[in-house]
Nanobody
Framework: QVQLVESGGGLVQAGGSLRLSCVASGRTFSSYAMGWFRQAPGKEREFVAAISGSRRTTYYADSVKGRFTISRDNARNTVFLQMNSLKLEDTAVYYC???????????????WGQGTQVTVSS
């Protein structure tokens, strides 16, 4: 497992942008697929985006396609989530997660960060 620390959350108006960062410990970061998930109040945690270790493959939830971009810098052990055109329904705690298994399967992610709050206001 790796330790993950997210940052970059905050309060933003609808239509605005935020960039989340997640720094991982360890020297094998490039071996891990990385994902972003979110949980809104009263709702289950849901998948947002994921990226393979090699950066060749990315996945997005339909709700964020075209607005969010996941990327990673393996030299800095960091994964990013650029969020543009934010909507009220994007308000949630955003979690970074890592897996050595299947990039597209939430249950395969076994290392999680503490989360960062994103609040979108009207």
């Amino acid at each position: 497992q790796v330790q993950l620390v997210e940052s970059g959350g905050g309060l933003v108006q609808a239509g605005g942008s935020l960039r989340l960062s997640c720094v991982a410990s360890g020297r094998t970061f490039s071996s891990y697929a990385m994902g972003w998930f979110r949980q809104a109040p009263g709702k289950e945690r849901e998948f947002v985006a994921a990226i393979s270790g090699s950066r060749r493959t990315t996945y997005y939830a339909d709700s964020v396609k075209g607005r969010f971009t996941i990327s990673r810098d393996n030299a800095r052990n960091t994964v990013f989530l650029q969020m543009n055109s934010l909507k009220l329904e994007d308000t949630a705690v955003y979690y970074c997660a890592a897996t050595l298994l299947r990039v597209g399967v939430q249950n395969d992610y076994d290392s999680w960060g503490q989360g960062t709050q994103v609040t979108v206001s009207s």
